[in-house]
DNA sequence: ATCATATACGGTATCAATACCGTATAAACA
DNA sequence: TGTTTATACGGTATTGATACCGTATATGAT
């Protein structure tokens, strides 16, 4: 038994982010992590379809399609998606790819998922925020936001000063800084 | 030999991630990405001290301490920090540890290592545009940055507008959401 | 030596963001 | 049934961000 495969073994288990492998969209191994950001315990997860990890349908079929082409081109993938535990509740993450057969990418992927942001206490966040935070993080103003949704600019910069709220900070700029990882509270 | 582990380690060394292990700030595995992240060769980085990966011995030093306290509480720590490549450029990442000796957090490290941004091409940032983006991240204003670096506001609008020419943005919040993980170009 | 760039600063103009004031409807909940 | 919350919108006032105009010094490269 080689020693260094199993270093490497337990450095996946162990990693202080959450990763996992599939083949067709079907979960062959994940780590400690993953299992317990999701609210399953490792082995149920085991030859699951990735299905069950996504709010809908919908939402799981529209996450096949976004990466494909990029994965066919450069072999890597990333992006920011919702992914849904156990019981229910929303969890954002930042997702990263890489497949190992390009031809086929979905056919062997391994994937990271870093969780972006804790659960802001008490609520998660409603689809209108979450809808206006991705529009923000494209550096994209009320104004244009309010455009590309149909509503009025004014409602945008409710939802962003509610947004502002439930994070506890104090500008767009420190929010998004925020997204990107899940940082102690206070 | 078992065949789970075998995944394991696979998907230790192909993940789209930078991964590594240390052990008193040995390195003793790391995965691919790690490696070329870095700019080194797998091979030459095992037992290496991860000494020659930081810009400085004192920076080297810094990093040892400003997460340990976190370490021996919760078992883990992230923050975002400079490494060095080999050829001596400056590799900005989120950085994520868990330790598996809480007791002595140095002693056995599971590590990982989020690139933050791709090489702008051409250049890097300057030391100033570096300060400047770490405060800006924490949502603090020109007039704030100014303040505390003891420079005019105005002088900090200047180092603002020439982070947003070199990522190609066209605001700070866009600048900030990009920060958080390496992107395509383009 | 010239050129480009980073640094540092001043002014001014315009637009965006944020924080308030207000109203109104609909859904969730005790 | 009242209370809270999200949604949606209007006005207004203040502050911040961004883009220009300009000058000046220092540094590094060709």
């Known amino acids: 038994m080689d020693n260094l495969t199993q270093q490497m073994a337990q450095a996946f288990d162990m990693a202080p982010i959450g990763m996992a492998v599939s083949n067709h969209r079907v979960l062959g191994v994940c780590n400690t992590f993953f299992a317990q950001m999701l609210g399953y315990d490792r082995r149920d997860l085991l030859g699951q379809s990735f299905r ?6 919908a939402e799981f ?4 399609d ?10 890597s993938y990333s992006d920011e998606r919702m992914m849904q535990r156990k ?3 929303p969890v954002w993450c930042r997702f990263r ?9 979905l056919a062997h992927l391994v994937m990271s998922f870093a969780q972006i ?4 206490d008490g609520g998660q966040l409603t689809k209108r925020e979450r809808e206006v935070l ?3 993080s494209r550096g994209q103003t009320s104004k244009e936001i309010g455009r590309e949704l149909g509503l009025s600019p004014r409602t945008i910069e409710d939802v962003r000063a509610r947004l502002l709220r439930k994070f506890e ?4 700029s420190e929010l998004l800084s925020r997204m990107s990882y899940a940082r102690p509270r206070g």
Chains 1, 2 share one sequence.
């Open 61 to 64: 079929d529209r996450v096949r």
């Open 169 to 172: 900070v104090k500008n767009t």
């Open 97 to 105: 790819a890489r497949t190992l057969t390009p031809d086929d990418p």
């Open 134 to 136: 991705s529009w923000l």
């Open 117 to 120: 942001y804790d659960q802001v």
């Open 52 to 57: 069950i990890l996504y709010p809908s349908h």
């Open 87 to 89: 019981d229910g509740v």
């Open 66 to 75: 976004i990466g494909l082409k990029t994965m066919e081109d450069h072999g």
